[in-house]
């Protein structure tokens, strides 16, 4: 079976960092992108950050960029978003998902097959 497992969330203050790791099984990690993306209450699911195959090109958000920084390990399946100064406004349920989306689809979620249950992140004091 194909599985996305998110993890890594929790309730963490205003200025903090928290890293969420996604692991894959059940196809070939490798030939397919990762996007993180996120959803806070009442509002859309948003793109935050994405990878290539390869890991070799990765995109941010603007509310994200240089504070969020997405990596994978394809040896052990797993992707990664590490989060640096985390604000109340990043507050969400954080989604990986794999897909193979080209350069101009890679912030649209309908471009990714697989994806993970969510992981929830609090950022509040």
């Known amino acids: 079976d194909v599985q996305l497992q998110a993890s890594g969330g929790g309730l963490v203050q205003p200025g903090g960092s928290l890293r969420l790791s996604c692991q894959a099984s059940?196809?070939?990690?490798?030939?397919?992108?990762v996007g993180w993306f996120r959803q806070a209450p009442w509002k859309p699911r948003e793109a935050v950050s994405c990878?290539?195959?390869?890991?070799?090109?990765?995109l941010n958000s603007a509310s994200t960029k240089g504070r969020f920084t997405i990596s994978r390990d394809v040896a052990k399946n797993t992707a990664y978003l590490q989060m640096n100064n985390l604000q109340p406004e990043d507050t969400a349920v954080y989604y990986c998902?794999?897909?193979?989306?080209?350069?101009?689809?890679?912030?649209?979620?309908?471009?990714?097959?697989?994806w993970g249950q969510g992981t929830l992140v609090t950022v509040s004091s």
């Open positions: 990878i290539g195959n390869t890991g070799g090109s990765t």
């Open positions: 998902a794999a897909g193979r989306p080209i350069a101009s689809t890679a912030r649209d979620s309908g471009a990714y097959y697989y």
């Open positions: 059940g196809f070939t990690f490798g030939d397919y992108a």
